[in-house]
């Protein structure tokens, strides 16, 4: 699906996904990403739900965002509450959905001037 909005200059908006993609500036990525509203797209280690562990969330808190979006595929699905430890820690507050409605709640929030991250997973065919 390709989403349109109004982007200002320097914030980065997702642009489009599918099963196998994430469009974001309208640049392709093909794997699990994790972006905010300024800075590079960067490459979210987990393949998978399944490969989910705690040093990805870390990687998350080392960022210190507001709030986190976390995308889990074609379907929603909570991650054990022991991998979420490092946001708990940190207090930093997060969202968990699927992927396609990450992203839409991403381009709200970063719309809205808010310091939200995505972490977005992929269910390729």
Known sequence: MKLHSDNPLGINTITGYGTDYIEVNKAPYSHAVLLGPSGPVMHWGASSFEDLDPSHFAQIAELKPELIIIGTGLRQRFPRPDLLKA????????E??????????????????????AAL???PQ
């Open 87 to 94: 946001l708990i820690n940190a207090k930093i507050g997060f």
């Open 121 to 123: 997973l992929l269910d």
């Open 96 to 117: 968990i959905m699927d992927t396609q409605a990450a992203c839409r709640t991403y381009n709200i929030l970063v719309g809205e001037g808010r310091q939200a991250m």
